[in-house]
């Protein structure tokens, strides 16, 4: 990436942009510190609201949509002494900014999107794009003292191991993929939208745990009945949210707890894979649905991984690894700003403009 000089004598402007699966998120970092009367929350034009559009064409869309956004938030006030643009991005990136897929965004096959180079050619300052997670983790980064796992539980999952300074994943941007993780082998096992079947993001996600809801709910319907799923009005499986679903299980509703739990086993088993393989012991969650659900969501994930063990610890010690990270959704849009400030040069001079 080429940069030119920036804006001097003041602390670094970014405008920055968190691209998830549900929405699309901009705003206005000041020295660090995200304005929150800057943060637009637009519906993202992806699979999310077409899902009978061919992934070609909802790609095509979505970076229509996030470049023009980016464009006209410049323009804004918000946008007027901006030296930089931070991009983060719901899918895994090579080292040159190539998106390689975008599950949540387009659904399967798409051509490799060079999100990086369509950016700097549209838009009047340097960008630096990275993974949504890569991005979160540069904020928890700033406070976390030892090696963590970043997860995101929300329209899918994923992940980011940070140790030693840095995001592990290699240069082809492979690596923090764990929803794309086969965990029911059966050819029949439920679909994901990268176009794979079984993999732990289409069961252990907010899509996912809203799917098994409203199956148990068609299967159980006495239970169902019984749940506060159903509220005073009897309503039917398909009327189930992510919203109630989340509210039942911190009411301590018992249908969804239990749909909950036995959602979270595989997740529980990728925790316990990742502590076995490199000894991460501290794992943090963040994602509309896992903050929904809030406290119950470790306990029951607490549930499962302690009866699953953890080698060489004991209960307590497996507990204590969970944490949830902070109750917001600007994880991406606070990191992706200090990724920025990591690889851009400090602003020299005036202009601000390649």
Known sequence: MTTTPLSAGGPRVSVVADLGGTTLRLGRVAGGVLDAASVRRIPTE??????????????????????????????????????????????????????????????????????????????????????????????????????????????????????????????????????????????????????????????????????????????????????ALAGPAGHRPDGITNQSLAQAVRAGDPFATTVLSDCLLPL??????????????????IGGFAVAVGTPFLRLLGDQLARLGCFGLDERQIRDMLALGAADDDHSLIGMARMVAHMLPAPTAAGGRR
Not at 66 to 80: D, K, N, Q, T, V
Not at 157 to 167: L, T
Not at 268 to 285: E, H, K, N
């Open 268 to 285: 529980a088993q990728a925790v316990d894979c990742l502590f076995t393989a490199i000894g991460i012991r501290r794992y943090l969650f």
């Open 46 to 227: 992806g699979i999310g609201r077409h899902r009978t559009l061919p992934a070609q064409v909802l790609q095509d869309q979505v970076v229509e949509q996030l470049a023009g956004e980016l464009e006209a938030y410049l323009r804004s006030p918000y946008g007027a002494g901006a030296d930089s643009v931070g991009v983060s991005f719901a899918g895994p990136l090579s080292k040159d900014g190539t998106v390689l897929a975008g599950p949540t965004l387009w659904g399967g096959t798409a051509a490799p999107l060079p999100v990086t180079d369509i950016l700097a050619r549209r838009l009047p300052v340097p960008v630096v794009v990275a993974n949504d997670i890569t991005a979160a983790a540069w904020r928890y980064a700033a406070t976390e003292t030892v090696p963590f796992c970043l997860i995101t539980v929300s329209s899918g999952i994923g992940h980011k191991v940070f140790r030693h300074g840095e995001v592990l994943i290699d240069e082809a941007g492979h690596g923090g993929e764990i929803g794309h993780w086969r965990v029911d082998p059966r050819p029949d096992a439920l679909p994901c939208e990268c176009g794979g079947r079984g993999h732990l993001g289409g069961i252990a996600s907010g899509r996912g745990v809203l799917l098994a809801a409203r199956g148990a709910a068609a299967d159980d319907p006495a239970g169902f009945a019984g749940s």
